[in-house]
């Protein structure tokens, strides 16, 4: 069964570092995992993508363990205007058909 | 360069009926997918489009279905609308099908009565 588990919520304080881990097993294993962030009223924009072990742009790090059953979205010294919901994004498939599938959300606050 | 637009930005439509909603992708993007997201919820992945063929589809019944343009534009239709399909309707382009860096629209609300 295709699945996505993140933890609902977290409370941060400005400065810290803030990770957010996504579950995901048995996705397909050519496809990149990919994390979103959401402000409301918006659409979800694009943070970071990897493959395998780690990558890092100017605005977060990404972890990937061997096995690709989880990944870990890091955001070094969060500030007020983080707070919003985040995302992973991984690809399930069967056969030819694939299924885009976003997990369930992690709502991020980020407190003064 | 003009980012991915949506039209409308939103609509009320009455159960059993028909409609029809575009996205312009950003330039150079030949890929577009489209999700629902429902209130609260995380966006669901209902299709994806790449050089005017489907290219992947998410757990929704056929009278959801899609076009993609040679411009790489695309259109959303949804036959014999339901109660549960009022949401947030984004299209997302991206410039390589292996890629998953989408840039989304900014959504149109559907309120179905």
């Known amino acids: 069964l295709a699945k996505t588990t993140q933890p609902i919520s977290m409370d941060s304080y400005e400065g810290q570092e803030v990770n957010i881990t996504c579950s995901h097993n048995n996705i397909a294993t050519n496809d990149y995992i990919t994390w979103y962030q959401q402000f409301p009223s918006q659409g979800p924009r694009f943070i970071i993508q990897?493959?395998?072990t780690k990558v890092t742009n100017e605005v977060a790090s990404l972890f990937i363990p061997a096995d690709r059953k989880s990944s870990t979205l890091s955001l070094p010294r969060v500030s007020l205007s983080d707070t919003a919901v985040y995302y992973c994004l991984v690809v399930f498939s069967s056969g030819s058909a694939r299924q885009l599938t976003f997990g369930s959300g992690t709502q991020l606050t980020v407190l003064p | 360069e003009t980012g991915v637009t949506q039209s409308p930005t939103h609509l009320i439509k009455t159960r059993g009926q028909q409609v029809t909603l575009r996205c312009s992708s950003q330039?150079?993007?030949?890929?577009v997918s489209w999700y629902q997201q429902a209130l609260g919820q995380g966006p669901q992945f209902i299709f994806q489009y790449y050089r005017e063929e489907e290219n992947g589809r998410g757990n929704f019944p056929p009278r959801f279905s899609g076009l993609q343009f040679p411009n790489y534009s695309s259109e959303l239709n949804v036959n014999a609308l339901e109660l549960d399909d009022s949401a947030l309707y984004l299209c997302a382009s991206s410039p390589a099908v292996s890629s998953y860096e989408q840039y989304f629209g900014p959504g149109t609300r559907l309120t179905v009565t």
């Open positions: 990897g493959y395998k």
């Open positions: 330039s150079g993007h030949n890929t």
